[in-house]
């Protein structure tokens, strides 16, 4: 599966489906759904016939009235039921914010002050989720897809059992349309951009510090639903389990290998940004997203290869293989294949796929006839280092000042293996 849902009109659109939770189950792909506005929809459309595919059976709508009003609602169709819950009850203007305004602490207590007020309609949307029947998907949106719904998300992850680490990340997800949604805000106000440099951004610390909120004045996640919304927190969690987790498979598609092309840039440009929003809300200082943008991977296609891995029809990962790499090994033989960006798909990958990856680019460079396989890592994340030491590689040096043209020089360990 692919957790973003692909529209022309929509740019946020998710399924929640996939994340493991503390039980060692999953929530079911295809059941829970996350959006921008439906409204953008129009009947007659690829978009409007893709949304249909979906099954949708409840659209649980969290804006305003006066919202819905201006900027319209997800066309009806008897094929779901819609319901409107305004759950914010103080607006305020985003795009209007004092440009140094952080959008950490500011936006955390703005959801908690929306979990304040607008107790009633959460209540309310908590137990339409839990009620929906398990073959009926459901769909809860606002105007971008990240405040509201992203309050609403955190507090069904939450009650699921899925892990805080996860929660945070699902949140920083929107990061990877932020450009989009600033663009169609753009477009609606005539080509003007916000005063506000965080409009459409959602950095982790946002997630963190409302969770960290609720936390403060009510113990946890559960003690909020107890104490604010008068609901038995344990019977809510058993009812949403039921209808939206299932049994972690046990078996899993083989994984398929096709050598990128050219048209596959974007593709591996979100691939990244989301491994690398996975590391951010980890703590793992490795990636950024939006370092490496599709120019680089064509550049890699052109000058190495690039290889994508499928497994059921889905991305599950990719890798980057070059001939040469001075910046980290400096001037070298012809004698090695150097293996970079090895990537998998976070939550959604089978286990084993990186393994997997590592192994077929050991081929490719068994094939060209070259007896070492390279890489290297942050000098700085020995968890990696350990990971690429159980796959056979072995310390050959270290890097202190490695330059790739994107940042100051950081220190990296290099490896390699000697193929058979």
């Known amino acids: 599966m692919d957790r973003h849902v692909a529209f022309d009109a929509l740019h946020n659109f998710r399924d929640l489906g996939g994340y493991r939770t503390a039980d060692g189950r999953r929530i079911r792909p295809g059941v829970l759904y996350r959006s921008d506005s439906l409204g953008k929809l129009t009947t007659g459309t690829p978009d409007w016939s893709r949304f249909l595919s979906l099954g949708v059976r409840t659209v649980v709508d969290l804006r305003y009235p006066w919202e819905i009003e201006r900027q319209g609602r997800v066309p009806?169709?008897?094929?779901?039921?819609?319901?409107?819950?305004?759950?914010?009850?103080?607006?305020?203007?985003?795009?209007?914010?004092?440009?140094?305004?952080?959008?950490?602490?500011?936006?955390?207590?703005?959801?908690?002050?929306v979990a304040e007020d607008g107790r009633k309609e959460i209540r309310t949307a908590l137990e339409t989720i839990a009620t929906a029947s398990t073959t009926a998907p459901l769909v809860f949106h606002c105007a971008s897809g990240k405040d509201r719904t992203g309050e609403l998300a955190a507090l069904v992850l939450t009650l699921l059992g899925v892990d805080e680490r996860t929660v945070v990340e699902d949140f920083t997800l929107t990061e990877l349309a932020s450009a989009a949604l600033l663009s169609d805000w753009q477009a609606r106000h005539n080509g003007q951009s916000p005063t506000w440099l965080g409009f459409g951004r959602?950095?982790?610390?946002?997630?963190?510090?409302?969770?960290?909120?609720?936390?403060?004045?009510?113990?946890?996640?559960?003690?909020?639903?107890?104490?604010?919304?008068?609901?038995?927190?344990?019977?809510?969690?058993?009812?949403?389990?039921?209808?939206?987790?299932?049994?972690?498979?046990?078996?899993?598609?083989?994984?398929?290998?096709?050598?990128?092309?050219?048209?596959?840039?974007?593709?591996?440009?979100?691939?990244?940004?989301?491994?690398?929003?996975?590391?951010?809300?980890?703590?793992?200082?490795?990636?950024?997203?939006?370092?490496?943008?599709?120019?680089?991977?064509?550049?890699?296609?052109?000058?190495?290869?690039?290889?994508?891995?499928?497994?059921?029809?889905?991305?599950?990962?990719?890798?980057?293989?070059?001939?040469t790499d001075e910046a980290a090994w400096g001037p070298r033989p012809a004698d090695a294949g150097y293996i970079h960006r090895l990537m998998t798909t976070p939550h959604l990958a089978p286990p084993g796929t990186g393994r997997a990856l590592l192994t077929h680019a050991e081929s490719r460079i068994a094939a060209a006839a070259l007896p070492y396989a390279r890489l290297d890592c942050l000098?700085?994340?020995?968890?990696?280092?350990?990971?690429?030491?159980?796959?056979?590689?072995?310390?050959?040096?270290?890097?202190?000042?490695?330059?790739?043209?994107?940042?100051?020089?950081?220190?990296?360990?290099?490896?390699?293996?000697?193929?058979?």
Do not use: C
């Open 76 to 113: 009806a169709d008897d094929s779901y039921a819609y319901v409107n819950l305004s759950i914010e009850h103080q607006p305020y203007n985003q795009a209007a914010l004092d440009p140094e305004t952080d959008p950490g602490p500011y936006l955390a207590e703005r959801y908690l002050q």
């Open 379 to 420: 000098s700085t994340n020995p968890r990696l280092r350990t990971y690429y030491e159980k796959a056979g590689y072995t310390v050959a040096g270290e890097q202190p000042a490695k330059k790739d043209g994107s940042g100051s020089p950081y220190a990296v360990t290099l490896l390699e293996k000697r193929l058979p």
């Open 202 to 323: 959602a950095p982790a610390s946002v997630m963190r510090g409302f969770l960290d909120l609720l936390k403060e004045r009510y113990g946890s996640v559960e003690g909020y639903v107890t104490q604010a919304l008068g609901m038995d927190a344990e019977s809510l969690a058993a009812k949403l389990a039921a209808n939206l987790l299932e049994p972690f498979p046990t078996t899993h598609p083989p994984l398929t290998y096709r050598r990128a092309e050219p048209q596959d840039a974007e593709r591996l440009v979100h691939l990244r940004d989301s491994v690398a929003l996975w590391m951010l809300a980890r703590d793992i200082d490795q990636w950024k997203p939006a370092e490496k943008d599709a120019a680089h991977f064509r550049t890699r296609m052109a000058e190495g290869e690039v290889w994508l891995a499928y497994a059921d029809g889905h991305v599950a990962g990719a890798y980057e293989l070059w001939w």
